[in-house]
């Protein structure tokens, strides 16, 4: 009868024991995958406070409405930052859209933009592993010279409209179109007047992924 009982409790006892010291199986891959494209808490993907998507981007633009203008070349480094947990995204980016480098000599060439965008995104898609987003955006740009070799200055609307796609962890692809919007007299000349369509595609960090 001792015999017994002590089979009963000593099996047990000596499976928790290899528990303890060999731990829990390791997951499947399938798991580990399924997983990764659960819809985490926040707390636990990010490691920042907020929620922070670094990106650049190269592209181009069409040419402006002034004579002799062609098409640009252009880039944009941008820092987005989300509004607590909705929707909305704050973006400070910096731009450029030129013939030739390094510097902007017609005033149909864009030398630099500073602007300030409002973004629209959705959650990460687990399916598709890609969050879409539009935008809109105002600030200022600064031309090349002109005949006098005189720079300009003018305010600059945008709007823009793409996806940003996991690559691998926290990285992503970027694409967007946009149109970017420009327009300035002086003695009664336009000398800035840019109406013009662009595409971007470029890298991003992303501290939420």
């Known amino acids: 009868m001792t015999r017994s009982r002590t089979r009963h409790w000593l099996v047990p006892a000596l499976l928790a024991l290899a528990w303890a010291f060999a731990g829990p199986p390791a997951a499947s891959a399938a ?110 740009l600064s031309t090349g010279g002109d005949d006098q070799g005189v720079d300009e200055a003018a305010p600059v609307y945008e709007v823009t409209a793409g996806i940003n796609r996991q690559v691998y962890k926290r990285w992503g692809l970027w694409v967007d179109v946009r149109h970017l919007r420009s327009q300035k007299e002086r003695d009664q000349a336009r000398v800035v007047d840019f109406s013009s369509n662009g595409l971007m595609v470029g890298v991003t960090y992303n501290t939420a992924w």
């Open 31 to 140: 798991a580990k995958e399924r997983d990764s494209d659960a819809d985490e808490p926040r707390e636990e993907r990010g490691w920042l406070p907020v929620d922070i998507t670094l990106r650049h981007t190269q592209g181009g633009l069409a040419k402006a409405d002034l004579p002799g203008a062609m098409g640009l070349g252009g880039g944009q480094v941008a820092l987005d930052v989300r509004l607590g947990d909705g929707p909305l995204w704050l973006s400070l980016a910096g731009e450029y859209y030129k013939e030739y480098f390094p510097s902007a000599k017609h005033t149909w060439e864009i030398e630099q933009i500073s602007a300030l965008y409002l973004f629209y995104k959705t959650e990460r898609l687990p399916r598709l592993r890609a969050e879409f987003f539009a935008g809109l955006g105002v600030g200022k």
